[in-house]
């Protein structure tokens, strides 16, 4: 036997597997607990699930140390084993795998003991601290004489989490200022559950989406976001229509010189109907960029 990521993932599978057996009232399989709709603890879901991964159609309980030997160590082996319980009669070559039963074994697919790919998402946040870094945001004692910043910061963020609300089934891009207000609320896990209570569901932060995928919602967004708010999301020192302006041109002109030059003449024309949710300053445009680490799912819970 090859021991590789792939084998290091399913042995966890089955470890998971004989806790569960052992231990149903303590134990369940990753995935299994927080109902990914609403983002909240469902126990008897979680109950539910588990005994559905244990039906292997007309075979016996297998204990995991025989299904290690007979199923062996590939996950196309253990995703067959699987499927039964979730699918019945519609278990046929060709039928996709259950959205469920993917969502179970996707923490299963990478080794480690966590049931998160810790590097991977390490190596996703680093543009994100970056960029953080670069607009000065981690120093110590920036926003100590820069209140402005940080309450525009929270205004917007509110006005994201309201912008999700309209957008059910679709992705949303927040902007970098957004982002960091997001990542704080997120470490007050009481506080961040209580969203569920207010918008019908408690946001996944998601960061594992493609390029292709992020400039398209972030096109979504930013159009929603002036239909809504009557003022851009991101700007560069000017309130242009987002329609008008494209997500590579915004960007470029924050780097040209004769983008900033523009966006000093159009700021000194220009009356900000809403300055609480955004800057025509050109020292504030960095904050606005579109964080472009990641984009969020709404789900919609109905």
Known sequence: ?????????????YNDMEKCIKDPAHHVLGNTLVDYKIGLPMPELAKKLTGL?????????YAPKLLKRDRGWKFR????MCRYGFMHEGNVA?????????IILAPYRHAGSFLM???SAVLRQM????????????EVGRFEEDLNTLMRCVV???AFLDLMTTMPGKFV??????DLAWHTHQLLCTSYRKLHDIMGMVPDHDDKVNRGTLSTAWDSTAEAWKARFGVPCSVCGCLEPIKSVSTGDIILSVFSHKGKEKAQQSREKIKNPRPDLVSVEDIDADETHPSDHNAVAIIDPK
């Open 94 to 102: 060709g039928n996709p795998t259950p959205k469920e039963l993917s």
């Open 117 to 119: 790919d810790l590097a």
């Open 1 to 13: 036997m090859t021991f590789d990521r792939e084998t290091l993932g399913v042995h966890k599978f």
């Open 156 to 158: 917007r963020y509110h």
């Open 173 to 178: 891009v927040p902007t970098l200022d957004i």
């Open 77 to 80: 082996n253990v995703e067959a």
């Open 53 to 61: 991964i244990f039906k292997f159609g007309s075979e016996p309980t």
């Open 127 to 138: 543009t994100f601290i970056d960029k953080m870094a670069n607009m000065g945001w981690i």
